[in-house]
């Protein structure tokens, strides 16, 4: 069974700071990968995809993500934080066919000014 | 014109209420689900519709019935409302039934009490 493990629960960064956010997952295949973001209120919205190639792969507002397959992860990064950035954000895995999404617990993202 | 339309955006209602929530979206996606979120944010997969028809059933109680009267539309009916049921319930849809991101919409907040 897939499963995807956030390890950190909350992260305050000031703004301007570069940030990093863990995502490991756990799958039998070729993982179909994902970064959603929720604000308060809201619901998700995707920030990024990899499904094959390139492993580093680019998303909106800034964010990008590496997935590294001996490592199982998937960590979200974006260089300089903007305080519009705090959000919930959720990792997921897909199965190779089908749309069972699996999602992390999230990673609380507070930013200081 | 929001792609993904729930309502109500909040429901309080007593325990053995029976309550509906409506799910509408102007994609034009053949798929659809309903996801609950709890009080710690965890994100699960209860349904899935493709074209009108029920592809994923997770062990949800039978008391929740989902219904898709076409393509446009899922609504999520739940009888006999216990505590356990208050939660945030979203709807989401992709193009298709493979790996195609999920559209959410804003959340439902269900409270029983």
């Known amino acids: 069974a897939q499963s995807v493990t956030q390890p950190d629960i909350h992260i305050t960064v000031s703004e301007g700071a570069s940030l990093e956010l863990r995502c490991n997952y756990s799958?039998?295949?070729?993982?179909?990968l994902f970064w959603y973001v929720q604000s308060p209120g809201q619901g998700l919205q995707l920030l990024l995809k990899y499904f094959s190639g390139d492993t580093l792969v680019q998303g909106i507002k800034g964010f990008e993500a590496e997935f590294k397959r001996s490592q199982s992860s998937f960590n979200l990064r974006k260089p300089s934080v903007h305080w519009s950035d705090a959000a919930e954000y959720f990792c997921a895995v897909g199965a190779v066919a089908g749309n069972m999404l699996t999602f992390g617990g999230g990673t609380r993202l507070m930013v200081k000014p | 014109d929001t792609a993904v339309s729930q309502t109500p955006k909040y429901l309080v209602t007593q325990m053995g209420n029976d309550k509906s929530i409506k799910c509408e979206q102007n994609l034009g996606h053949d798929t659809m689900y309903w996801y609950k979120q709890d009080s710690k944010k965890f994100l699960k997969i209860m349904f899935s519709?493709?074209?009108?028809?029920?592809?994923i059933n997770e062990t949800v109680p039978n008391r929740f019935s989902p219904k898709s009267p076409d393509k446009a539309h899922l609504n999520l009916h739940i009888n006999s409302l216990e505590l356990g049921d208050s939660a945030v319930y979203f709807c989401?849809?992709?193009?298709?039934?493979?790996?195609?991101?999920?559209?959410f919409g804003n959340g439902t907040r269900l409270t029983v009490t």
């Open positions: 989401a849809t992709s193009q298709d039934i493979g790996n195609s991101p999920l559209h």
């Open positions: 519709y493709n074209n009108k028809e029920l592809i």
């Open positions: 799958y039998g295949a070729t993982p179909y």
